[in-house]
């Protein structure tokens, strides 16, 4: 098992372009997290999902921002026409959920630059 | 909302030191994760606390959790140059068995030990 695998690991784009990013979590795990880390500060939650479903968003993410997890296996996070205020960290966390414990394993993440 | 507020922002000491990184917030956490991350990298948990006034240790950090579970703790003995990194504590709300994963995070302690 290689952990949890994102991609691409750096992005580039001009403002108004659409990105889209790739989360990879460990194969056994059932619940997959999207958060957003600007620099100088700590992650914030987004979005997530129970297998295919996603159970909760963030009021942070706006209608630019779409996610999916198709198959309850990988994800892509989605953003329309980016704006420079979306430059950021982009992590994705998996996890294999009990009632009792949850334990977050961490990608590398995407690093966002809009210009 | 609820907010984690870290002290201090940014700590700088020499090789063998001690230190001391504090997590507060007025609102009532089910548990309370810290963490640590390296640059490019994501978070990598080091400890789950739950129980008030519970003290974990992992080598030669030690974890503490407040008796009402608002505060918390990270306390380093000896600092050696190999603990550099940013630490984050991070505080899941849900008691009710819905998400641990869903993570409130301070805005992080910027550690650096010179040899």
């Known amino acids: 098992d290689t952990g949890v695998s994102q991609n691409p690991r750096h992005k580039i784009t001009k403002r108004g372009q659409n990105v889209t990013f790739r989360c990879d979590p460990i194969s056994e795990h059932n619940r997959l997290y999207w958060y957003r880390q600007t620099l100088g500060q700590g992650p914030e939650f987004l979005t997530y999902?129970?297998?295919?479903?996603?159970?909760?968003k963030s009021r942070l993410l706006s209608d630019r921002f779409s996610a999916e997890r198709p198959k309850g296996s990988f994800s892509t996070l989605e953003i329309q026409r980016t704006e420079q205020g979306d430059s950021a960290m982009y992590l994705c966390a998996s996890s294999l959920w009990s009632a009792t414990n949850e334990k977050l394993f961490f990608g590398s993440g995407t690093q966002l630059s809009v210009l | 909302t609820q907010l984690l507020e870290q002290s201090p922002q940014f700590l700088s000491i020499q090789e063998g030191e001690n230190l001391t990184v504090y997590c507060n917030s007025s609102?009532?956490?089910?548990?309370l994760q810290w963490y640590r991350q390296e640059p490019g990298e994501g978070p990598v948990l080091l400890v789950t606390v739950v129980t008030g006034g519970e003290v974990k240790k992992l080598k030669r950090l030690t974890f503490q959790f407040g008796d009402a579970r608002k505060d918390s703790s990270l306390h380093i003995t000896a600092a050696q140059p190999g603990d550099t990194g940013l630490y984050l504590c991070?505080?899941?709300?849900?008691?009710?068995?819905?998400?641990?994963?869903?993570?409130?995070f301070g805005q992080g302690t910027i550690l650096t030990v010179h040899p």
């Open positions: 991070a505080g899941a709300g849900n008691a009710g068995g819905t998400s641990y994963g869903k993570l409130t």
């Open positions: 999902f129970q297998n295919e479903a996603q159970l909760e």
């Open positions: 609102s009532v956490f089910s548990s």
